[in-house]
């Protein structure tokens, strides 16, 4: 396995005429617990969808573990180890809590399109499944149908389902927006806690979260990369003080 | 969750028995004889049962909205019509009772074509392939006369002399015993797939199908192995329909029939597995029933469609399962009362509105038939003032006080939801 997780050369994404992502490089290395940065409209989000495959690449390359992934759909991203959470909760919300959680498990397991398995009788499926939920703190949870719990908790169940298939690349988009003080410090834990030996890219605005958790932050302004680096060096970067933290602070 | 859902395993096996016996309820000791009328009737409810659940699995269970399920069913009876004439001079060696896996794997195989084509696409544009496909299915149904015999349609003789028990399969009895068992086994087996992996990503590329594709799974192969497997199901109920009248002509898969499917599991409820069962044999019920009392039946399966789909979208089924919690806190009696006062309103209601949809169709239709209007023995001459005036008084009334009674049903509804579901408030 190489040392870079995955690593975007020269990518581009235009909407029409209108250029999101111009000529955006990046590494990231295994392990590490990026953050990307930058002001609404920057194409953090867009980052996101490229990399997992959900938008077509206008030009460029996106390489994962070293294998070539743009153009490729996104289960087949994801089944090479890349998975995603949304900005705007994505869970399946008529099944509940607990189905959720197993049907992010049910490919990784090798289950495919079974349609001869008894799910009930899945002994190791089940038990995965459940402590997750014990995870996720949502086991009294359990029965209820995703749609109807409450922000904080479908936020989880939103990181759960990103995580629940063991991928080794996670990538969090605002993983704690709308959140209270103790729901984001909740959320950061539980990221801590889940991103343990994978790689963990995420798009955040709360600048307390991304300081706390990230061992690189990414810089993106207008659909470029104007830093890139730890912590301090980008915070200390006059360039960023300018179009981004300096505007915040103002 | 266990309890109810035995409880339900039981209803339903309540309900196995009745279909078993039903038969013998209305059997003739004149004639020696069951009831030919509630037998067809019956046989009806099967295999309408069969085509409304396996429409269920794309309807309710995957949110895929088709207008071509007939067509699977249709081609299962033709194919049969076909093994059963080749059953019959000794070239297929198959027992009647297995002729029904065929009759799927027809359905499945047409299935596998027109579903390639139509699960490229999901929502609307999904809905628009397969009514092109149903369109091109009838007309190529009255094109290739070889197989599908015109207009006239094809038709066989199911005594084909091999049974595995024994049976002549000549009289309905025998054979309406055969759908109930095919029904049981399509039933069992459907609702065995929905706890299979790919019955639960189905309902997961209903809710989200974005999701899906980021959790591993391709929603387009989820939707083809649901559209296929529903096929086989409908060519069952295709099959069993070709059994039982020997005949099968373009309306097997036409786009009424594509229709009724649709019906039949919207008006039971299609979040709930058994609701389509419910829908089928309400719907057989008001097709056979009141088709004999009436000539405008089809105007009540309408305004029920219309009025459920308004007033109570998650069907028969939803409606039941919404007093579940009620029963269950046992706080049903404080609804007994208001229940009584929304009904005797609705009754006069419905009653307005059938007097006035009867006489509108004796004065057209049943004239040209030469019918008259009977109403408890007495002739109604639809030509004067008097049953007009009172049939719209009934309706009028009728709805204006419902609207009341209904309206304060709905607060003693809401008080018990508010009570026994104080978190999430009036639901």
Redesign the interface.
């Known amino acids: 396995m190489t040392d870079t997780a995955l690593s975007l050369r020269n990518v581009n994404k235009s909407f029409g005429q209108t250029e999101i992502i111009r000529g955006v490089n990046l590494d990231i290395r295994t392990g590490e617990r990026h953050a990307i940065i930058g002001p609404n409209g920057a194409g953090k989000t867009t980052l996101f969808n490229l990399i997992?495959?959900?938008f077509p690449l206008s030009s460029g390359e996106i390489e994962l573990h070293g294998t070539r992934v743009d153009g490729l759909?996104?289960?087949r991203i994801?089944?090479m180890g890349l998975?995603?959470s949304?900005q705007i909760t994505?869970?399946?919300?008529?099944?509940s809590v607990f189905?959720n959680l197993?049907?992010?498990l049910?490919?990784?397991m090798g289950?495919?399109?079974?349609?001869?398995?008894?799910?009930?009788r899945q002994r190791e499926l089940n038990e995965k499944t459940y402590r997750m939920l014990e995870e996720l703190n949502l086991t009294s949870r359990r029965?209820t149908p995703a749609g109807?719990l409450s922000y904080a908790d479908q936020r989880a169940l939103e990181i759960g389902?990103?995580i629940?298939?063991g991928a080794s690349v996670i990538l969090l988009d605002e993983p704690t927006a709308g959140m209270s003080n103790t729901e984001t410090d909740n959320a950061v834990a539980l990221i801590r806690r889940v991103s343990k030996d994978k790689t963990l890219v995420m798009v955040e605005h709360d600048m307390k979260v991304v300081f706390d958790l990230a061992d690189i932050i990414t810089v993106l302004v207008y659909g470029q990369v104007i830093a890139s680096g730890p912590p301090q060096t980008v915070r200390a970067n006059p360039a960023v003080q300018e179009a981004y933290l300096g505007a915040l602070a103002a | 969750?266990k309890k109810s859902s035995s409880a339900q395993g039981l209803v339903w096996f309540i309900a196995l028995i009745a279909a078993i016996a039903m038969p013998w309820v209305f059997y003739n000791y004149h004639t020696g004889r069951q009831s030919g009328f509630v037998i067809s009737m019956l046989s009806q409810m099967g295999m309408m049962s069969i085509l409304a659940l396996s429409y269920n699995m794309l309807l309710g269970q995957a949110g895929l909205f088709s207008f071509c399920h007939a067509v699977f069913f249709g081609i299962g009876g033709y194919a049969t019509i076909h093994f059963l004439n080749l059953a019959g001079d000794g070239s297929l060696p198959i027992p009647l009772e297995l002729v029904p896996v065929l009759s799927g794997l027809s359905g499945l195989g047409l299935a596998v074509v027109f579903g390639y084509m139509a699960t490229k696409q999901r929502a609307t544009a999904f809905a628009m392939i397969t009514l092109g496909i149903g369109e091109l299915m009838t007309t190529a149904a009255l094109m290739f006369h070889h197989f599908f015999g015109g207009e006239g349609g094809v038709n066989t003789n199911r005594m084909i002399g091999h049974s595995l028990f024994g049976f002549k399969y000549g009289p309905a009895i025998q054979v309406y015993y055969l759908i109930v068992g095919w029904t049981v086994i399509s039933a069992l087996l459907m609702l065995?797939?929905t706890?299979?992996?790919?019955?639960?990503?189905a309902?997961?590329s209903?809710?989200?199908f974005?999701?899906?594709?980021?959790?591993?799974?391709?929603p387009r192969?989820?939707r083809f192995?649901q559209f296929v497997?529903s096929g086989f199901f409908a060519g069952i109920g295709g099959g069993l329909y070709a059994i039982t009248y020997e005949i099968v002509t373009f309306d097997a898969l036409a786009a009424p029939l594509s229709a009724n499917a649709l019906l039949m599991a919207y008006i039971g409820g299609s979040a709930a597995f058994g609701g389509p069962i419910v829908g089928a044999v309400l719907i057989t019920l008001l097709q056979s029933g009141v088709s004999l009392m009436s000539n405008s039946w089809l105007v009540y399966v309408g305004v029920l469609f219309i009025a459920m789909v308004i007033f109570a979208p998650q069907g028969v089924m939803g409606l039941i399962a919404a007093h579940g919690p009620i029963v269950r806190a046992g706080r049903f009696t404080p609804l007994l009362v208001p229940y009584l006062r929304v009904i005797l309103p609705a009754l006069i209601m419905v009653l307005g509105f059938v007097g006035v949809v009867e006489l509108a169709s004796f004065l057209t239709i049943g004239a040209a038939q030469g019918k008259t209007l009977v109403l408890f023995g007495n002739k109604i001459d639809e030509h004067t003032v008097m049953p007009w005036l009172a049939a719209f008084a009934f309706l009028v009334v009728g709805t204006l006080w419902f609207r009341i009674e209904a309206r304060s049903f709905r607060k003693v509804w809401d008080g018990l939801m508010g009570e026994l579901n104080p978190e999430?408030g009036v639901a």
């Open positions: 997992s495959g959900r759909p996104p289960h994801n089944r998975s995603r949304f994505s869970i399946f919300h008529r099944l189905e197993r049907c992010a049910l490919w990784s289950y495919r399109y079974s349609f001869w398995t008894p799910l009930w029965d109807l389902m990103t629940a298939g | 969750m065995y797939l706890r299979t992996p790919l019955g639960r990503m309902n997961a209903r809710d989200n974005e999701r899906v594709q980021f959790v591993g799974y391709d192969m989820v192995l497997l999430r």
